[in-house]
Structures are given as structure tokens and as C-alpha cells.
């Protein structure tokens, strides 16, 4: 097999110019509303999806922390609906892309830092110095708080690129060695033909993992800073 193992990586274009953000936006076209007194099935589904959502979200935020619902259930609802469509034969993942994750983690970690030190300056500052520390920890100790601080949009970033990379690059090695394997032996193909399968029922489940895992420490980090 000659095809490079990263090409599903590469950000497709159209007469030299990216397609990302049409591929970012697809989404967007299947959260419809209804302008219909009775909704259909799909409908319900979404509003009942988008109410469990924020019901579980919000249940530990102050009416500060609150006023973010809207933002936190579009991020869930986008990065799940991305990943899974990710998963289509010859489709691209946007969540693959180290860029694209931190332009989403970056400004939702920095909102919630300055919501915390406009609001509860004190706290927040609180945060880099436990009390009862030694007088010789104390420079050390506001190094390391500050890193870990600044590090956390990275690895909001990196956990959910690393997920779904890991993921698309296990089934697409699987994948091709099941076609090699149909020319040497047709039960070790349909073995891993078998394993292919498995696989691609957990990466549907590790989709809409990925998307909650993100979403619900981009929504710890405003608990803890409203």
C-alpha cells in the first residue's frame, strides 16, 4: 500500500482554496428548527438532547456560571456531531487538527480565567497560593500554579486531537491490513474484519465521549471561576 497513512489528515481543498470551513459549518445544517406546532422525531430528539444537556451542565453553576448554557450545549452538540461525521468513508475530521481545537479550547479557557478575576479577584489569586504554605515554596509554588494554569487550554486541545487521531489511524490500519489479508487468508481477514467492526462501534462511542469530556471541563473550569 503506497497511500500515506496521514492523508485523511490533510485539509482538503477545492481549486486551491480550503474547504474547512464548509466542512465546519455541515453541521450547523442538520440542527434545523421547526417551525411546525407538532415536531417530528428528529426534532424532539434534538430539544430533549439539548435540555438533558444543559440540565446536567448547570446543575453545579452559580446564575453567573448559568448564562453560558447556550454556549456549552452548541460546543457539545458541534464537536459530537463533528466526530461522528468524521467517521463517514471519505469525509474529514476538523477535530483531528491541533489548530482548530485550541482556537475552540484558548477563548472559552481565557473567558472563564477573566470571568473568575473580574469577579472574584481574591479566589482566583487565592488559587496560586494554598494557604499554609512554607515562605520557601511560595515562589516556586506561584511558578507551578501559573504553568498549570496556562497549560490547561493545551490539554483540552491535545486530548481531544490525540483521541481522535489515535482512533481514525488504528481503523485505517486495521482496515488495510483486512484487504491484504483477503489475498492470503480469508479466515484471519474476517477475523480482523470482525476486530474492524468492534472498533468502529467504539469510536462512535469515543465521538460523543471526547465531545462531553471537553465540554464538561471547559464547564469546571467556569464553575471554579464564577
Known amino acids: 500500500m503506497n497511500e500515506n497513512l496521514f492523508s485523511s489528515f490533510i485539509t482538503p481543498t477545492m481549486m486551491g482554496l480550503p474547504i474547512v470551513i464548509l466542512i465546519i459549518m455541515f453541521p450547523l445544517v442538520m440542527m434545523t428548527s421547526s417551525k411546525r406546532l407538532v415536531s417530528n422525531r428528529f426534532h ?113 486541545a491535545v486530548r481531544l486531537t490525540a483521541n481522535i487521531t489515535a482512533g481514525h489511524l488504528l481503523m485505517h490500519l486495521i482496515g488495510g491490513a483486512t484487504l491484504v489479508l483477503t489475498t492470503i487468508s480469508l479466515p484471519t481477514a474476517m477475523i480482523t474484519f470482525i476486530i474492524l467492526i468492534m472498533l468502529t462501534i467504539l469510536e462512535f462511542a469515543v465521538a460523543l465521549i471526547q465531545a462531553y469530556v471537553f465540554t464538561l471541563l471547559v464547564s469546571l473550569y467556569l464553575h471554579d471561576n464564577t
Do not use: Y
Not at 122 to 131: M, V
Open 44 to 156: 424532539t430528539f434534538q430539544q430533549w438532547l439539548i435540555k438533558l444537556i444543559t440540565k446536567q451542565m448547570m446543575a453545579i453553576h452559580s446564575p453567573k456560571g448559568r448564562t453560558w448554557s447556550l454556549m456549552l450545549a452548541s460546543l457539545i452538540i458541534f464537536i459530537g456531531s463533528t466526530n461522528l461525521l468524521g467517521l463517514l468513508p471519505h469525509t474529514f475530521t476538523p477535530t483531528t487538527q491541533l489548530s482548530m481545537n485550541l482556537g475552540m479550547a484558548i477563548p472559552l479557557w481565557a473567558g472563564a480565567v477573566i470571568l473568575g478575576f473580574r469577579h472574584k479577584m481574591k479566589d482566583s489569586l487565592a488559587h496560586f497560593l494554598p494557604q499554609g504554605t512554607p515562605i520557601p515554596l511560595i515562589p516556586m509554588l506561584i511558578i507551578i500554579e501559573t504553568i498549570s494554569l496556562f497549560i490547561q487550554p493545551m490539554a483540552l
